[in-house]
């Protein structure tokens, strides 16, 4: 897979490149991006391409499970710029419906180490459904259970993003909004979960 990689590039620079060279050539100074996407690292959820942006027009961090987690200094360090330097206006966080990350939370028997250890940063998603479902009596099928727990997870993130002091310092100021959508790959189309607009939060 390797040398596709390397020729596609070749084929991008000849098709693509030399026609917007001077687009390029204003990015390389400078970006501008309007939105800082959370999203997961599922090879089947490109962001340039199932939101039809620009480079430059949107900031991407990308993890199993599209997870905010207040220990990890990648993603810290994504939404400490994108805030005090890019002030980017708009944060969403993506989820995806069939994620393998929301499915591995049900495999307790598992072999691996470091992903379970991830996705403690999740597991509250998948009580919160149970429970609710429990107290329903409601026997679902797997498949639409997960697809709950994948919505549920985007509001727990959205949740843990609001944690970080300067995210709501953010939102008390009025210049940034944060977003939950969840993307359908059987549809390609996005649904919008939830958005705080504005949402006042205590210092």
């Given amino acids: 897979m390797i040398t596709p990689l390397l020729e596609g590039n070749k084929r991008f620079v000849s098709e693509y490149f030399e026609k917007e060279r001077e687009f390029f050539r204003g990015l390389a100074k400078d970006q501008k991006p309007t939105v800082l996407w959370i999203g997961c690292s599922d090879s089947r959820v490109p962001v ?17 499970g599209n997870i905010v987690a207040s220990n990890d200094w990648n993603l810290s360090a994504v939404l400490e710029f994108s805030i005090n330097h ?3 206006p708009d944060i969403v966080i993506c989820g995806h419906y069939g994620c393998g990350g929301i499915n591995a ?15 403690n940063n999740a597991y509250k998603a998948r009580e919160r459904v149970d429970e609710k479902l429990q107290g329903l009596h409601i026997d ?12 549920e997870n985007v ?21 940034l909004n944060i977003h939950g959508w969840v993307y359908d790959m059987e549809s390609g189309e996005i649904k919008v979960m939830k958005s705080h607009k504005n949402r006042q939060q205590p210092s």
């Fill in 48 to 64: 340039n391409t199932i939101t039809q942006t620009r480079p430059g027009e949107v900031f991407v961090h990308r993890n199993v």
């Fill in 86 to 88: 890019l002030n980017i």
């Fill in 105 to 119: 939370l049900d495999d307790a028997d598992g072999e691996d180490k470091y992903i379970p250890i991830w996705l």
């Fill in 140 to 151: 679902m099928p797997k498949e639409d259970r997960m697809k709950l727990i994948v919505e």
């Fill in 155 to 175: 509001r727990l993130q959205l949740e843990h993003l609001q944690e970080y002091p300067f995210v709501r310092r953010a939102m008390q100021a009025k210049t």
